[in-house]
């Protein structure tokens, strides 16, 4: 289940990712975003809420991923391979 509940604090980076998939939505080149943060401040939560927001307001396909903290720093290609496959 997904915690549908808007994050506190962060407006302004919501506002900015929305603006973001706005402008890719209307004709705009692709966009990558990457958050970065110290574990436990909410990346997840956030992503989650402007994926669910871009899919609702702006019927947007949405690709979501995350890294888990241990593979962060890992120097497995997995996750460049997919990128440059979805690009």
Do not use: F, M, Y
């Amino acid at each position: 289940r997904q915690d549908q509940r808007e994050p506190v604090g962060r407006n302004q980076a919501v506002a900015q990712l929305l603006q973001s998939a706005e402008n890719v939505v209307l004709g705009g080149p692709p966009a990558l975003v990457r958050v970065i943060a110290e574990p436990g401040h909410g990346r997840t939560h956030l992503l989650r809420w402007v994926a669910l927001k871009c899919r609702n307001l702006l019927h947007a396909e949405v690709i979501l991923l995350t890294a888990r903290a241990h593979l962060a720093g890992a120097s497995s290609q997995l996750l460049p391979t997919l990128l440059r496959r979805l690009l």
